[in-house]
Nanobody
Framework: QVRLVESGGGLVQPGGSLRLSCAAS????????VAWYRQAPGKERELVSI???????EYVASVKGRFTISRDNAKNTVYLQMNSLKPEDTAVYYC?????WGQGTLVTVSE
């Protein structure tokens, strides 16, 4: 049974930082690309970042230079380091591998 568990969300002030984690089990983690998506209230889910099995990372334009995705295959975990957070980054962030999704973790950027 594949399971993805996100953690690390919370409330942060604009300009602050958070690090999200996604722990995977039940899947050959090291051979799969892993993606972070987010869904803001009233908006569609969007791809934020993706990291290949070969550690090649890509980002949506709105987070380039602020977010960094990384993976630790020994721990079956992918991370999303988010710096210089803005109110428009407020969303539920989801981890995705193939057609599997985590439950999401809420990030709120507000004064």
């Amino acid at each position: 049974q594949v399971r993805l568990v996100e953690s690390g969300g919370g409330l942060v002030q604009p300009g602050g930082s958070l690090r999200l984690s996604c722990a995977a089990s039940g899947i050959a983690f090291r051979f799969n690309a892993v993606a972070w998506y987010r869904q803001a209230p009233g908006k569609e889910r969007e791809l934020v970042s993706i990291i290949s099995s070969g550690h090649i990372a890509e980002y949506v334009a709105s987070v380039k230079g602020r977010f960094t995705i990384s993976r630790d295959n020994a721990k079956n975990t992918v991370y999303l380091q988010m710096n210089s957070l803005k109110p428009e980054d407020t969303a539920v962030y989801y981890c995705n591998i193939q057609n599997y999704w985590g439950q999401g973790t809420l990030v709120t950027v507000s004064e």
